[in-house]
């Protein structure tokens, strides 16, 4: 049986609709092997309760689910468009720290969850981002905690280089170009098996294509604000094609559902 990532679920019900019953739901997971019994599903929703991303409610005899903020916050956090938009004040917040070679391992551990976080790699163990680092760094020795020789630091320039090579060298933009391309490269046949979609299931096997192209197109994306992006960045035509996706899907699910079950997405 495949797992089903509660990210997924719930990007599936942004794309769709915010409140869903029961039924619905079950419908929807019943297109993941193993998810039509009802523990599964009934599993994965107490989950997604528990992780306050959804909101069980009484609609009529059917039991309703709504998105809760904390979920739409989640959705809004993970849209590309709000990296872009997001203003730079044209400063650099830098992190650096040593960790002796005996300590191998804790580097290696360390550098993979600064990774995670999407920092750039300017050098050794210089890692910058243009925004506040403060909740970043706060996650991080909640999460790993901290090397001795960590320190911060905030600086409008960087001698020798401007603002563009800084972001040239700082994160891998030859596979988060290839990445972007690999989605830009196959949308047809997605697209495609939307359109002939004619059941639930299909439907959300055509979704479940799409999230996972388009997660890994962004997977690796700092999401840097516009005046950084580099001259040949392909996230924003990622995203037109995502924004294309989900506009047939709605169309695809409206005519298999009553409109009763759609519902707007908030502003």
């Avoid at 869903?20 to 993941?32: E, F, I, M, V």
């Avoid at 580097?107 to 300017?122: I, N, S």
């Avoid at 996972?212 to 994306?221: E, M």
Wanted: hydrophobic content about 40%.
């Amino acid at each position: 049986m495949k797992t089903v990532d509660c990210e997924e679920v719930l990007e599936a019900l942004g794309w769709l609709f915010d409140k869903l019953s029961r039924p619905t739901l079950g419908n929807w997971l019943s297109a993941y092997a193993g998810y039509s019994h009802h523990d599964s599903a009934r599993r994965l929703i107490a989950r997604m309760e528990r992780e306050k991303l959804i909101r069980p409610g009484r609609g009529g005899k059917e039991l309703k689910f709504t998105i809760t903020e904390q979920g739409w916050a989640h959705l809004r956090d993970s849209d590309p468009e709000n990296g872009w938009c997001r203003p730079w004040d044209g400063h650099w917040r830098a992190i650096t720290f040593d960790v002796p070679e005996k300590r191998r391992k804790d580097r290696e551990l360390l550098w993979r969850a600064l990774r995670a976080r999407k920092l750039g790699f300017l050098q050794r163990s210089i890692w910058v981002w243009p925004h506040e680092l403060q909740p970043i760094i706060k996650d991080l020795i909640r999460v790993e905690g901290l090397p001795e020789c960590f320190f911060g630091f905030t600086t409008r320039e960087i001698w020798l280089c401007n603002d563009m090579e800084i972001v040239a060298s700082s994160w891998d933009w030859e596979e988060i170009s290839r990445r972007q391309r690999a989605y830009l490269e196959q949308p047809a046949a997605r697209l495609r098996a939307l359109e002939r979609a004619d059941s639930t299931e299909k439907l959300a096997q055509a979704a479940r294509s799409e999230w996972r192209c388009y997660r890994s197109a962004f997977s690796l994306d700092p999401l840097l604000p516009q005046r950084l992006l580099p001259p040949s960045y392909a996230g924003q035509a990622v995203q037109e094609r995502h924004e294309a996706f989900k506009t047939l899907l709605k169309r695809q699910w409206s005519g298999l559902f009553s409109s009763e079950t759609l519902a707007q997405v908030p502003q």
